[in-house]
Nanobody
Framework: QVQVEESGGGVVQAGGSVRLSCTVSGSPAGLRLMAWYRQTPDNGREWLATINWGGTATWYADSVKGRSTIAKDNGSMITYLQLNPLKPEDTAMYYC?????????????????WGRGSQVTVSS
């Protein structure tokens, strides 16, 4: 069975950067998309970015477009999300998710496997 785990969060100053990692374990057979979401009590769950399994196509939400990079290491099956420059409103729990669906969608119901989250706190 597929397992997803995030890492790399922490307390970071505004204007700095963070690079989150998402590790997939188990059998990745059939996985098509990897995505990053974030969640806060005020805003709920927000889609941020998606990358296809081969790492050849990416999609970004307007909230992070221009200061976000999603990338994938196909050998290690690690999916990265880098944010810079960080803003205080980027403070959230960040989640990684994997989907077997063949088409892109920002809907979280689209994703079959979820990590437990990694907290990013942006200080100012």
């Amino acid at each position: 069975q597929v397992q997803v785990e995030e890492s790399g969060g922490g307390v970071v100053q505004a204007g700095g950067s963070v690079r989150l990692s998402c590790t997939v374990s188990g059998s990745p057979a059939g996985l098509r998309l990897m995505a990053w979401y974030r969640q806060t009590p005020d805003n709920g769950r927000e889609w941020l970015a998606t990358i296809n399994w081969g790492g050849t196509a990416t999609w970004y939400a307007d909230s992070v477009k221009g200061r976000s990079t999603i990338a994938k290491d196909n050998g290690s099956m690690i999916t990265y999300l880098q944010l810079n420059p960080l803003k205080p409103e980027d403070t959230a729990m960040y989640y990684c998710a994997a989907s077997r669906a063949p088409r892109f969608s920002p809907n979280p119901d689209h994703y079959n496997y979820w990590g437990r989250g990694s907290q990013v706190t942006v200080s100012s």
